[in-house]
C-alpha cells in the first residue's frame, strides 16, 4: 500500500552551469524545497528537456551525497565516477539528480570515517555499520517522493542499480516504469565494495569476480 506523503513545496529555483575536471559542462536547475520531512537541505538537479513528456517518464538518480566521493575523488567507492555519469545521462534524456544529504547510508559522514577504519581492519561497509551499531543501510527516500511530488514526477525511469531505491518509491506512490542501469565503476581500491553491493543488496552490477 502507497504511504500518504506530506506535502512539500519548491523553495526556489536558480540556473547554475556545472563543470567537471573532465571537461564535461552542462546547465542544471537547481531546485530547493520547503517541508521535507527530515528538515535536511535536499536538492533536486533539473538536467536537458525531455524530448517527448507525454511519451516517457523523466530519467531520474536519487544520488546519496558523498563527501570523500563526489568532492575528494576518493577511489574506496563507486560515488563519484556514478555522480558524473548520472549528469551526462540525464542531462542526455531530460530528468532530475536529486541530490540526498544521506551520508554513509544514512549513518552520517563521522560516522562513515569511523566505518573506515573498521573496514580497514577487515569488515565489508555494510558490517561496518552494524558493528558501529547502525543499520547496514539506514537511507530513507520519503524525502526524494516528496520532491518529485512536488516538481509534478508522478512517473520515472529510475537510474540506479539498487531495488531498494525502485522498492522505497513504488511504496510511496511513484510509479517506476522502467529501471536503468548505471555502468559498473571498478577500480582496486573498490572492488571489495562493489562486491559487497552485490552479495549483500543485490546490487544490479555485473562484476567478474563475483558469480
Known amino acids: 500500500m502507497d504511504e500518504t506523503l506530506p506535502t512539500a513545496t519548491v523553495r526556489t529555483e536558480v ?25 535536511r537541505e535536499h536538492l533536486a538537479i533539473g538536467l536537458g528537456e ?6 516517457s517518464p523523466p530519467l531520474v538518480r536519487p544520488h546519496s551525497e558523498c563527501l570523500t566521493g563526489d568532492v575528494f575523488g576518493s577511489q574506496r567507492c563507486d560515488c563519484g565516477p556514478q555522480l558524473r555519469e548520472a ?6 534524456a531530460g530528468g ?20 573506515y577504519a573498521l ?4 569488515l565489508d561497509t555494510y558490517e561496518a555499520n552494524v558493528a558501529l551499531g547502525r543499520g547496514a543501510d539506514e537511507r530513507d527516500y520519503t524525502v526524494a517522493a516528496q520532491m518529485l511530488a512536488a516538481l509534478g514526477v508522478t512517473r520515472v525511469a529510475l537510474l540506479s542499480n539498487n531495488p531498494d531505491k525502485a522498492a522505497q518509491l513504488e ?7 522502467d529501471r536503468v542501469l548505471t555502468g559498473v565503476h571498478l577500480s582496486p581500491a573498490n572492488a571489495g565494495y562493489l562486491a559487497a553491493k552485490v552479495t549483500r543488496a543485490d546490487h544490479a552490477l555485473d562484476l567478474p569476480f563475483v558469480p
Open 15 to 39: 540556473t547554475v552551469p556545472l563543470r567537471f575536471p573532465d571537461g564535461y559542462v552542462t546547465s542544471a536547475r537547481v531546485h530547493s524545497f520547503h517541508g521535507l520531512v527530515d528538515g
Open 50 to 55: 525531455r524530448r517527448d513528456p507525454d511519451a
Open 87 to 92: 549528469v551526462e545521462r540525464i542531462a542526455d
Open 96 to 115: 532530475y539528480l536529486l541530490y540526498l544529504r544521506q551520508e554513509g547510508r544514512g549513518i552520517g559522514l563521522y560516522a562513515k570515517l569511523d566505518a
Open 119 to 122: 573496514q580497514d581492519g577487515g
Open 171 to 177: 511504496r510511496l506512490g511513484v510509479t517506476v516504469v
